[in-house]
């Protein structure tokens, strides 16, 4: 069993910065993968980043040059840096971990880019 903690989130202009943190309770180094997803009102869950074992980073076509994606081992945490931040960024922000036999989800932290 993994917890996840989210945090970072919160109110910002548009074009503003914003890092997300999501804290492990375990060691993340023999998770296969970790990552963000996001969910606006009305819309579906959707990938945001993710970062595989093996350090490979993939990203939605949205957020690429903007968001970017990391992790310390050391402190069980993964990053999301999201820069030039647009309203369209609204949303719940996700993290999550996949093992090898599931997946685990944290309670999601809110992201609010004003106009």
């Known amino acids: 069993q993994v917890q996840l903690v989210e945090s970072g989130g919160g109110l910002v202009e548009t074009g503003g910065s914003l890092r997300l943190s999501c804290v492990a309770s375990?060691?993340?180094?023999?998770?296969?993968?970790m990552g963000w997803y996001r969910q606006a009102p009305g819309k579906q869950r959707e990938l945001v980043a993710r970062?595989?074992?093996?350090?490979?980073?993939n990203y939605a076509d949205s957020v690429k040059g903007r968001f970017t994606i990391s992790r310390d081992n050391a402190k069980n945490t993964v990053y999301l840096q999201m820069n030039s931040l647009e309203p369209e960024d609204t949303a719940a922000y996700y993290c999550?971990?996949?093992?090898?036999?599931?997946?685990?989800w944290g309670q999601g932290t809110q992201v609010t880019v004003s106009s």
């Open positions: 999550y971990a996949e093992g090898f036999r599931r997946s685990y």
């Open positions: 375990k060691s993340i180094s023999p998770l296969k993968s």
């Open positions: 970062i595989i074992s093996e350090g490979t980073t």
